[in-house]
T-cell receptor, first 112, second 113 residues
């Protein structure tokens, strides 16, 4: 069953803690993306990657980091430098030459 | 002013009604337009994808683009309670631009039995 799997569904972060959100896809897509969704706001791009071992900052990359060691995987780390991390985080993938994106089910991150 | 504006709603309609959801935008370079449906606490799923101006129909859904007015619409015929969700519009200037999508904030739709 092809798709994008995000885990965990809910995550809590303590002050000063780094947390990592997982994103795995078996759609054989080259491009992967991380978006942040806040209530009433459009999705905002955090980071994206179009090839293994390469990634680019999006509009709101500060306080976040990513890696792309495998085509299937694109984990996002929310660092302690991100002062307002509470949001719904969405991972997406797609083919390189298309703006049609396929999204995972999201991770809700909250601060304790 | 946001680049893409969308009324947040909620829009409440009775089952069977025709629903009209709209977005306005300011960037005249946008030429690819999408509508995504997002159920509560789930990821968005692509409903409609259109290029330039005109209409596109898929079952009960019709997407309409008016580039001269910088206005796009999604019509849902014979609305069902299962259509209750948040609808996001998205647009880009370049098809090779998964990283260049601009999203609206979404309109929450409630279809009551």
């Amino acid at each position: 069953d092809g798709g994008i799997t995000q885990s965990p569904k809910y995550l809590f972060r303590k002050e000063g803690q780094n947390v990592t959100l997982s994103c795995e896809q078996n759609l054989n897509h080259d491009a992967m993306y991380w978006y942040r969704q806040d209530p009433g706001q459009g999705l905002r791009l955090i980071y994206y990657s179009q090839i293994v071992n390469d990634f680019q900052k999006g509009d709101i990359a500060e306080g976040y980091s990513v890696s792309r060691e495998k085509k299937e995987s694109f984990p996002l780390t929310v660092t302690s430098a991100q002062k307002n991390p509470t949001a719904f985080y969405l991972c997406a993938s797609g083919v390189i030459d298309s703006s049609k994106l396929f999204f995972g089910s999201g991770t809700q991150l909250s601060v304790l | 002013q946001k680049e893409v504006e969308q009324d947040p709603g909620p829009l409440s309609v009775p089952e069977g009604a025709i629903v009209s959801l709209n977005c306005t935008y300011s960037n005249s370079a946008f030429q690819y337009f999408m509508w995504y449906r997002q159920y509560s606490r789930k990821g968005p799923e692509l409903l409609m994808y259109t290029y330039s101006s005109g209409n596109k129909e898929d079952g009960r859904f019709t997407a309409q683009v008016d580039k001269s007015s910088k206005y796009i619409s999604l019509f849902i015929r014979d609305s069902q309670p299962s259509d209750s969700a948040t609808y996001l519009c998205a647009m880009s200037a370049n098809n090779n631009a998964g990283n260049m999508l601009t999203f609206g904030g979404g309109t929450r739709l409630m279809v009551k039995p």
